[in-house]
């Protein structure tokens, strides 16, 4: 049995979005755990109806063969599509994944003029939350994860979400 990629879509809506609302994942590890597809350029956007993965070029076909949770489509040269979908949807306010760079932030506020847009912790927290679950099979009583009981702290200075998962130590090494 496969990994239930849509199920994990749905549950980061049912916990985090409301009706005019969508999110913005950019970050590339998200990304591969909502659709199952990794690839170091793209953009994951979901609202309350759909979700689409804007792939770069380069991984457009393997991503159409390979994503079956939600719509695929071409991140083009100054992502006119991401505006386009998301005005398709009638986003009103826009959650874009904690953590993004600040040059990053300021084309998005510029592409999306018309929406309210905000960085949200509060997403992240969701997400390491999802992950978490996932991780540990629904289990009430997981096991201590590299970096300890706190994932707020290790959060905050980027180990528990990065370091941890690529390398198994805290230190990112």
Same mark, same amino acid.
């Given at each position: 049995? /496969? #990994?239930? $990629?849509?199920? &994990? ?8 979005? @409301? ?14 755990? $909502? #659709? /199952? ?10 609202? =309350? =109806? ?14 159409? %063969?390979?994503?079956?949770? !939600? ?5 083009? =040269?100054?992502?006119?599509?991401? #505006? ?8 009103? #306010?826009?959650?874009?994944? *904690?953590?993004?760079?600040?040059? %990053?932030?300021?084309? *998005? &506020? =510029? ?16 997400? +390491? ?13 997981? @096991?201590?994860? @590299?970096? /300890? ?6 959060? *905050?200075?980027? $180990?528990?979400?990065?370091? !941890?998962?690529? +390398?198994?130590?805290?230190? /990112?090494?």
């Amino acid at each position: 049995m /496969g #990994t239930d $990629f849509l199920g &994990r879509i749905d549950a980061l809506r049912k916990n985090f979005l @409301a009706a005019r609302q969508a999110i913005i994942i950019i970050g590339e590890e998200n990304r591969r755990y $909502f #659709t /199952g597809f990794s690839s170091s350029a793209g953009v994951l956007l979901v609202t =309350q =109806q759909d979700a689409a993965l804007f792939a770069d070029g380069r991984y457009i076909e393997s991503a159409r %063969e390979r994503v079956k949770c !939600c719509a695929v489509l071409e991140l083009a =040269q100054g992502a006119p599509g991401i #505006t386009d979908w998301l005005k398709k949807h009638a986003a009103h #306010t826009v959650f874009l994944e *904690y953590g993004v760079r600040i040059s %990053e932030l300021e084309r *998005y &506020r =510029q592409r999306l003029q018309d929406m309210e847009l905000f960085p949200a912790k509060a997403l992240e927290n969701k997400i +390491t939350k999802l992950r978490r679950a996932k991780d540990t099979g629904g289990n009430k009583n997981p @096991a201590p994860r @590299a970096g /300890g009981d706190r994932p707020g702290l290790y959060a *905050y200075f980027g $180990f528990y979400s990065r370091g !941890c998962q690529r +390398t198994g130590n805290r230190f /990112g090494n």
